[in-house]
């Protein structure tokens, strides 16, 4: 996997595989970054002056300026039995994110998918949230491949009714959510907890805590931007 890596021939070659064409070229004490594919602004060039190395690191796959949160949803629903609860995992859209890196400060210059983006309206066109959509299977074990534009992520599901409740859909906090990488550069992203109040209505809330042990936190550029978004009220229904 790239994640975690400088930005060397062997990660510019990954990309070229999907697509995406990155160089750098070194001219006057400055370096030109310059990208062709991806998604968004598919070619784009800027210009660096630092010495520091460029790292991949993953980032979130949405554009915060058009939404903080990942609707996923589930491929196989859940039917969950009353004062029940379980862990399941999913995977998450992950996008590709280039920093510059010196002297212990770092700084997001760009970040890019592999195909546009999707989005859906959770709740009513008066009162729902936009939020990043994404399709995805359901795991009872974590799953043991991932690719560089997915990372993983475990939901804690706990149903407080006295009713079966059938879960289709997850609204996740994403935007300032935390995002990891194992030792061999796989991503992962915050764990979450959904808390079921009844029938088609919930509350999912971020854990502040990887979904596994021994990972490693990635920088997060977006964090500034919000205040901690810790949960979402699923008032239209799950």
Same mark, same amino acid.
Request: charged fraction near 25%.
């Given at each position: 996997?790239?994640?975690?890596?400088?930005?060397?021939?062997?990660?510019?070659?990954? $990309?070229? +595989?999907?697509?995406?064409?990155?160089?750098?070229?070194?001219?006057?004490?400055?370096?030109?970054?310059?990208? +062709?594919?991806?998604?968004?602004?598919?070619?784009?060039?800027?210009?660096?002056?630092?010495?520091?190395?460029?790292?991949?690191?993953?980032?979130?796959?949405?554009?915060?300026?058009?939404?903080?949160? $990942?609707?996923?949803?589930? @491929?196989?629903?859940?039917?969950?039995?009353?004062?029940?609860?379980?862990?399941?995992?999913?995977?998450?859209?992950?996008?590709?994110?280039?920093?510059?890196?010196?002297?212990?400060?770092?700084?997001?210059?760009?970040?890019?998918?592999?195909?546009?983006?999707?989005?859906?309206?959770?709740?009513?066109?008066?009162?729902?949230?936009?939020?990043?959509?994404?399709?995805?299977?359901?795991?009872?074990?974590?799953?043991?491949?991932?690719?560089?534009?997915?990372?993983?992520?475990?939901?804690?599901?706990?149903?407080?009714?006295?009713?079966?409740?059938?879960?289709?859909?997850?609204?996740?906090?994403?935007?300032?959510?935390?995002?990891?990488?194992?030792?061999?550069?796989?991503?992962?992203? +915050?764990?979450?907890? $959904?808390?079921?109040?009844?029938?088609?209505?919930?509350?999912?809330?971020?854990?502040?805590?990887?979904?596994?042990?021994?990972? @490693?936190?990635?920088?997060?550029?977006?964090?500034? $931007?919000?205040?901690?978004?810790?949960?979402?009220?699923?008032?239209?229904?799950?």
């Amino acid at each position: 996997m790239i994640y975690g890596r400088e930005l060397s021939n062997d990660v510019v070659d990954k $990309l070229r +595989e999907h697509g995406i064409n990155i160089g750098i070229e070194e001219r006057g004490g400055f370096r030109i970054y310059h990208r +062709e594919g991806g998604f968004p602004e598919g070619l784009i060039e800027k210009i660096v002056k630092s010495s520091g190395s460029l790292i991949v690191y993953p980032v979130h796959s949405t554009q915060y300026e058009v939404s903080s949160f $990942l609707l996923f949803r589930l @491929k196989s629903p859940l039917v969950v039995a009353p004062r029940s609860s379980f862990a399941i995992y999913v995977k998450a859209p992950i996008s590709v994110g280039i920093y510059v890196d010196e002297d212990n400060a770092r700084r997001l210059i760009d970040f890019f998918g592999s195909s546009q983006f999707k989005y859906a309206l959770y709740g009513s066109s008066a009162s729902g949230v936009i939020c990043r959509f994404y399709r995805t299977d359901v795991y009872l074990d974590a799953p043991s491949r991932q690719n560089i534009w997915e990372a993983t992520t475990k939901i804690s599901i706990e149903n407080s009714s006295d009713e079966f409740v059938e879960v289709r859909n997850v609204v996740y906090p994403l935007l300032n959510a935390d995002v990891y990488i194992d030792d061999t550069g796989n991503a992962y992203i +915050e764990a979450a907890h $959904l808390s079921i109040k009844r029938d088609g209505v919930g509350t999912v809330l971020l854990k502040n805590e990887a979904p596994f042990t021994g990972l @490693k936190r990635c920088p997060q550029p977006f964090m500034g $931007l919000l205040g901690k978004i810790g949960k979402f009220d699923m008032e239209f229904g799950l």
